[in-house]
């Protein structure tokens, strides 16, 4: 089975940077569009950015100018920039990747984001 793992993060202060990885394993295919996504405590989960094979970018607005996704096809991986950090970003992240003809998503375990006052 696809498999993701997260990893890279932690906690900050307001303000501060963290860059999030998340590598897909035990493909059997190669992958089509991967995003992270998060989840606040209470809250739904919720699109942060996506980036598709060919590179285009797709963000939430809430994080616009703020994160970057980036993504290295030959590692199976995908990051997550995260500048200037806000509380409100505190929530935990999970990738999400879409794998080439089995059109199929998976999700990572999520890595947990905090970011004090």
């Known amino acids: 089975q696809v498999q993701l793992v997260e990893s890279g993060g932690g906690l900050v202060q307001a303000g501060g940077s963290l860059r999030l990885s998340c590598v897909v394993s035990?493909?059997?295919?190669?992958?089509?569009?991967m995003g992270w996504y998060r989840q606040a405590p209470g809250k739904q989960r919720e699109l942060v950015a996506t980036i598709a094979r060919d590179g285009a970018t797709n963000y939430a607005d809430s994080v616009k100018g703020r994160f970057t996704i980036s993504r290295d096809n030959a590692k199976n991986t995908v990051y997550l920039e995260m500048n200037s950090l806000k509380p409100e970003d505190t929530a935990v992240y999970y990738c999400?990747?879409?794998?080439?003809?089995?059109?199929?998503?998976?999700w990572g375990q999520g890595t947990q984001v905090t970011v004090s006052s």
């Open positions: 035990r493909s059997r295919f190669s992958i089509n569009a």
């Open positions: 999400n990747a879409n794998i080439r003809f089995e059109m199929k998503d998976y």
